[in-house]
């Protein structure tokens, strides 16, 4: 019923079914059946000048990329400009900007399965903000994204259209 230790699968201590833990090549990691592996970033957080454009612009103006990056994100229910001018004012208030930041790579990350690398997403931010931000965009960009046409276009040019119009509907009884 159960795999055998040396099969390298072993009973999970809790919960019912077929669950069960396997030893992934004898080098003692273990990982959920079931449940789907983290993906790794397209690119690493120091290949800020993959994109020297985007390097630039992040640099000099954070907001703007931030702007973008939550943008896509949230699927378009805050713009880019209401967003980076939420980062500028945190930026400008508390200067704690990196803790805004941080909150939408944990949501990128939860989005799309990626790992959290290579340090918590708080400890990124706040000792690389300009490289963590280029990252997200970059692999937004990367899963296909056109980060200048912002979450809309994006989707009409994808081919779904958003249902953002009510339905038609005719009027009641008329005399």
């Known amino acids: 019923m159960y795999p055998k230790p040396e099969d390298g699968g072993f009973?999970?201590?809790?919960?019912?079914?077929?669950?069960?833990?396997?030893?992934?090549?004898?080098?003692?990691?273990?990982?959920?059946?079931?449940?789907?592996?983290?993906?790794?970033?397209?690119t690493g957080l120091f290949d800020c000048f993959d994109d020297c454009h985007n390097c630039c612009v992040t640099w000099w103006c954070p907001c703007i990329t931030f702007g973008q990056v939550a943008e896509i994100v949230?699927?378009?229910?805050?713009?880019?400009?209401?967003?980076?001018?939420?980062?500028?004012l945190v930026m400008l208030l508390t200067g704690c900007h990196c803790v805004y930041s941080c909150f939408y790579r944990a949501k990128m990350r939860a989005q799309y399965g990626l790992q959290e690398r290579p340090c918590a997403d708080c400890c990124v931010h706040y000792?690389?903000?300009?490289?963590?931000?280029?990252?997200?965009y970059r692999e937004l960009k990367k899963r296909g994204f056109d980060m200048n046409l912002g979450w809309h276009a994006n989707m009409e040019r994808q081919g779904h259209?958003?249902?953002?119009?009510p339905?038609?509907?005719h009027p009641g009884m008329t005399r």
């Open 127 to 136: 000792c690389c903000e300009p490289c963590a931000l280029c990252q997200a």
């Open 161 to 165: 259209t958003p249902a953002t119009m």
């Open 74 to 88: 949230d699927r378009g229910s805050t713009s880019c400009g209401t967003s980076g001018a939420l980062y500028a």
């Open 167 to 169: 339905p038609h509907m």
């Open 11 to 42: 009973p999970a201590a809790t919960g019912g079914g077929n669950a069960y833990y396997h030893q992934a090549g004898g080098g003692g990691a273990f990982a959920v059946q079931g449940q789907a592996p983290l993906a790794a970033w397209s």
